[in-house]
Nanobody, 120 residues
Framework: QVQVVESGGGLVQPGGSLRLSCAAS????????MGWYRQAPGAQRELVAV???????NYADSVKGRFTISRDNAKNTVYLQMNSLKPEDTAVYYC??????????????WGQGTQVTVSS
């Protein structure tokens, strides 16, 4: 059974920090990339950060210099360290895991989401 489970969301004041974690399990193929997306009320889901199994990262411009994504390949776990949080970072954060078959087909899996609220 495939599971993608996030944790670490919550309420934080502007300028504060939070660390999100996500563990993936049950995939039939090796996980190639893991990442975080977010969706604010009334907005589309957007990429926050992604990291490949080789350690290549990509960040949204809005979080560069404030957020850091990291990964433990042995545990199929990805982390998102969020510093200097702003009210506009408020959203539901979703973890995404992409498993790649030997034939090069990608299978994407999503977590249930964790709420991050930045407010004084």
């Amino acid at each position: 059974q495939v599971q993608v489970v996030e944790s670490g969301g919550g309420l934080v004041q502007p300028g504060g920090s939070l660390r999100l974690s996500c563990a993936a399990s049950g995939m039939s193929f090796q996980i190639y990339a893991m990442g975080w997306y977010r969706q604010a009320p009334g907005a589309q889901r957007e990429l926050v950060a992604v990291i490949t199994s080789g350690g290549i990262t990509n960040y949204a411009d809005s979080v560069k210099g404030r957020f850091t994504i990291s990964r433990d390949n042995a545990k199929n776990t990805v982390y998102l360290q969020m510093n200097s949080l702003k009210p506009e970072d408020t959203a539901v954060y979703y973890c995404n895991a992409v498993a790649r078959s030997a034939g090069g087909y990608d299978y994407a899996y999503w977590g249930q989401g964790t709420q991050v609220t930045v407010s004084s």
